[in-house]
């Protein structure tokens, strides 16, 4: 293939990307239409938002590839990326929304009242934000490798430079918007060469199940200790999603709790069309590109399918529009990572001196260079299972942690910060066992590969158990917290207002006696 | 290579803290550490006043303070905090802290015990005091109330009172900062009252409808401005106020004000303070293109700045000297700019000193204004009962 297509494609990509990070889309209005410019963004705009911020190297690569290497079990992954976010919708989205939170640390702090548990959260946060970011460089690196043949190391670079440039620059100045143009380009660049190339094999009109090496593809549950996997990996992906650093800072542009639904309701139907299309190059790459399963290369087969079923100009053209979309993949999700993370980072961990823009340039250009590192140690696993290490943090962490906090007025501080503790701490450590390339043998095998389905219920019970222990630290103003979290934003009620600085009077605690 | 890693940070850690904690000096010096460790502890619960989790919490470290078998704190009424063995003698403890109530005095009761395994005979109660009244009592359990326990009781005692009194302090300095915001509730001025309605009673006779439309926008804005309820409103309602104003300005010098507003949508459902955002709009029109000939032009901007919002209101208006701007800020100047210092006492009082106002201006040169919001502050909620 020529290398020039792909390469323009790409560049052009991080050029847009860059402009657009660094100038901004702004809604410019003077006062003949004043109304329309405080208008809020609506359920639309921000589940195409949400969902392009989302879908990253995992979903525009990995899918397809495990789809391609595993077959048949490989489809939860996105099956679960999507269910993420019913979970999320049902019992979590309204209530987050309606505690004003732009962070998980913020939740943490609103609900606990304390201090501690927001710290501990925002490590657990960056923690989860690095993890993340080290598919999307990865993947990076294979696409340019693919379309170019440049050196892996290349891509990781050039998208954390671009990444780099974006937020120090000032910081993505209207997430909103080019996440949401980011989801339709996306979509685009997947859906065209898919509809092609679908067309193409329908005209040569060849199909068999032999040509498909279906012995035992299409069958599910293959492999040794696949039940146990499978759950581990639905639980990651069901209870992960609503962890995610960079998914909860979108819900925050919603309105009220009502929007916030409808929103998740919208991203559930956006990914739902989207995580059609890696099923496809998935079954097609076991026709047309098998050689990438010999060769341990399956991440790249939506790139190097079209060349694979077409030849001349016609196929590089569409594997530039698949590098084009693979690149806005990695930009927009690690852009919006990172500057979810280096806004936590700078505010809990890094808070030195009294100028905060400082920090925030600090924590950004720690994140990208820490993740860097943790690359080049790393051993390469294939790109969807990384980023499903880092679901699996997320669900044993943060999933408790919202679930109780918003459902069960007995979580305390020191029941939470133990079960982050804990459970995080179990998972980190099976993770960069994962990472470091290490197969444990036996059952061990197993639950350090996956090990979401024992660490999630370790942090949930450690969480209860501590609360329960410790119900004397129930934080002073939980009723009122519990108020707000759960009433429609229409409703005229004391929500309380809870302030870290202020400690707590006799006279409240009264209160809170008298409500108990 | 990355569990080669994960083996070196622990054993380099270790050896950080290994060499922290070298050289600690005597026997004596490290029995002073440790006394000067206890009291900081027992400081920081009781900084919250005396409530039962921060007696709980001080007397845990109370009791080693005094070497004593059990220690209490009491409110008067009831038992607080009770650390070490023979909690049945609760009741011996209130009897002894009502007594210390009445007359304000420590005293040494006797008690006595059933359990043969209990070695606990006297009681040593000594009052807190704090702005001279007694608040509660401090209980040391012993076998033997010798004269050097006594003592001891009576220092940590008095400490206990100074923490608390500290503790008073604290509060009624939050109870004063909300006073302080309360005095500050945000205002309109009377001078856009008086000019709005003489503008549209300049349109009554010649453009009927006009006068009507602009009676409306003044009625809706001056809704939005005496409003009784909440401290915070989003920055979408706040622009929204913003834009009538504007409507009823521009009647007023017609063409020649030009407005623009440039509003990331990300940063509209970020919670502001009530009326934080128009007095610097309004302090642009009066003070920047009010006395200007020509034509002029205010542009609103806010974009997101990591976890803040920054908001600026830029003017290409007549300046003004910074300096009578600081002392505008700092409160020493005449009544004429009470709106931009108003908005940021309560900008500082709300979110923290980092966040008062940054005014850029020059003679001649134009103002520019920017303020930063944090887009979470644990307060900041649209219905929040802090009565104005």
């Known amino acids: 293939m020529i290398p020039a297509v792909g390469l323009t494609a790409v560049l052009a990509v991080s050029l847009l990307t860059l402009g657009i990070g660094v100038f901004g889309v702004r809604v410019a209005r003077t006062t003949s239409d004043f109304y329309v410019a405080s208008r809020s963004v609506g359920p639309v705009v921000n589940a195409s938002a949400i969902s392009g911020e989302y879908l990253s190297a995992a979903s525009f690569l990995g899918a397809a590839g495990l789809i391609l290497a595993h077959g048949a079990d490989a489809l939860w992954y996105p099956v679960g990326w999507t269910a993420g976010y019913l979970v999320l919708l049902v019992l979590v989205a309204a209530p987050l929304r309606r505690s004003g939170a732009y962070t998980l640390s913020d939740f943490a702090e609103l609900r606990l009242e304390s201090r501690a548990a927001r710290k501990v959260s925002s490590v657990v946060v960056a923690l989860i934000g690095v993890l993340y970011l080290l598919p999307q460089f990865q993947g990076a690196g294979i696409t340019l490798r693919t379309l170019v043949g440049a050196p892996s190391w290349t891509g990781s670079v050039l998208v954390a430079g671009v990444v780099l440039v974006i937020v120090l620059s000032g910081g993505m100045r209207s997430i909103t918007v080019t996440q949401a143009f980011q989801y339709w380009l996306k979509l685009t660049a997947l859906i065209v060469p898919a509809a092609v190339l679908l067309v193409h094999w329908h005209r040569e009109g060849r199909t068999t199940s032999q040509e498909l090496r279906v012995s035992d593809w299409v069958e599910p549950m293959q492999g040794e200790h696949a039940t146990y996997l499978i759950y581990s990996l639905i639980l990651a992906t069901f209870l992960g999603t609503m962890g995610l650093p960079h998914v909860v800072a979108r819900f925050y542009t919603n309105v009220d709790g009502r929007a916030a639904r409808r929103t998740t309701l919208g991203v559930l139907g956006l990914l739902s069309a989207f995580y059609l299309i890696p099923t496809v190059y998935g079954v097609l790459g076991r026709l047309y590109s098998f050689h990438l399963v010999a060769d341990g290369r399956t991440d790249a087969v939506v790139l190097e399918l079209p060349s694979d079923v077409l030849h001349g100009f016609g196929a590089d053209l569409l594997t530039g529009l698949l590098g084009a979309g693979a690149f806005a993949a990695f930009l927009s999700t690690s852009s919006g990572l990172a500057v979810s993370v280096a806004g936590v980072l700078s505010q809990d961990v890094l808070r030195g001196g009294s100028d905060p823009v400082r920090d925030f340039r600090r924590a950004t250009a720690l994140v990208v260079s820490l993740t860097l590192v943790l690359l080049a140690v790393s051993s390469g696993v294939p790109v969807a299972r990384a980023v499903e290490l880092a679901f699996a943090v997320a669900a044993s962490t943060f999933c408790p942690l919202l679930l109780l906090g918003i459902w069960w007025r007995g979580l305390t501080a020191p029941g939470a910060i133990a079960g982050l503790v804990v459970g995080g701490g179990a998972c980190t450590a099976a993770v960069v066992v994962a990472l470091a390339g290490y197969e444990a043998p036996g059952l061990a095998g197993p639950l350090l590969a996956q090990p979401a389905a024992w660490t999630m219920p370790l942090s949930l019970f450690v969480m209860i158990g501590v609360s329960l222990a410790t119900a004397g630290r129930r934080p002073a103003s939980v009723m009122r917290t519990m108020v707000r979290l759960h009433t429609p934003e229409h409703l005229d009620v004391d929500r309380g207002t809870f302030d870290p600085e202020r400690t707590v009077h006799p006279g409240e605690s009264t209160a809170r006696r008298d409500l108990r | ?388």
């Not at chain 2, 002073?32 to 009781?46: D, G, I, K, Q, S």
């Not at chain 2, 913003?242 to 007023?252: M, P």
């Open chain 2, 1 to 388: 290579m990355l569990i080669a890693a994960m083996l070196v940070l622990p054993v380099a850690a270790l050896w950080w803290w290994a060499r922290r904690h070298r050289g600690m000096g005597s026997e004596a010096d490290r029995a002073t550490l440790r006394t000067l460790h206890e009291a900081n502890r027992v400081a920081r619960p009781l900084r919250e006043g005396l409530t039962e989790t921060s007696a709980e919490r001080a007397v845990r470290s109370l009791r080693p303070l005094l070497t004593a078998p059990a220690v209490a704190l009491s409110n008067g009424h009831a038992v607080l905090g009770w650390d070490g063995p023979g909690e049945s003698h609760r009741d011996d403890v209130l009897t002894a802290t009502a007594s210390v109530l009445e007359d304000g005095r420590a005293r040494v009761d006797r008690i006595s015990c059933t359990d043969p395994a209990c070695r606990l005979r006297d009681v040593i109660s000594v009052p807190l005091v704090v702005g001279g009244s007694v608040v509660g009592t401090l209980h040391a359990l012993v076998t033997v109330a010798g004269a050097p326990v006594i003592k001891a009781t009576h220092e940590v005692a008095d400490w206990v009172s100074g923490q608390l009194e500290l503790a008073e302090v604290d509060r009624r300095r939050s109870g004063l900062a909300e006073a302080e915001l309360r005095a500050l509730r945000a205002q309109i001025s009377p001078h856009f009252i008086y000019n709005a309605l003489t503008t549209i009673a300049a349109f009554v006779r010649t453009d009927p409808d006009r006068a009507r439309e602009l009676l409306l926008e003044f009625a809706d804005f001056t809704r939005y401005s005496f409003r009784r309820r909440g401290e915070y409103t989003a920055l979408s309602d706040e622009l929204q106020s913003i834009e009538q104003y504007l409507t009823l300005e521009r009647a007023r010098f017609g063409d020649r004000l030009r407005v623009t507003l440039r509003i990331a949508p990300d940063c509209l459902t970020v919670m502001v303070p009530y009326l934080s955002l128009q007095p610097v709009v309004e302090n642009a029109v009066r003070h920047g293109l009010e006395p200007k000939s020509g034509p002029g032009e205010v542009i609103v901007e806010a974009v997101p700045d990591g976890v803040d919002i920054r908001i600026s209101v830029e003017d290409n208006g007549v300046g003004e000297d910074p300096r009578r701007i600081q002392e505008a800020l700092d409160g020493v100047a005449q009544a004429d700019s009470v709106g931009l210092s108003n908005v940021d006492m309560r900008m500082r009082a709300t979110f923290g000193e980092h966040y008062g106002l940054v005014v850029e201006t020059a003679p001649g040169a134009g103002t520019k204004v920017v303020m930063r919001v944090p887009r979470f502050a644990p307060r900041a909620h649209p219905n929040d009962n802090v009565a104005l």
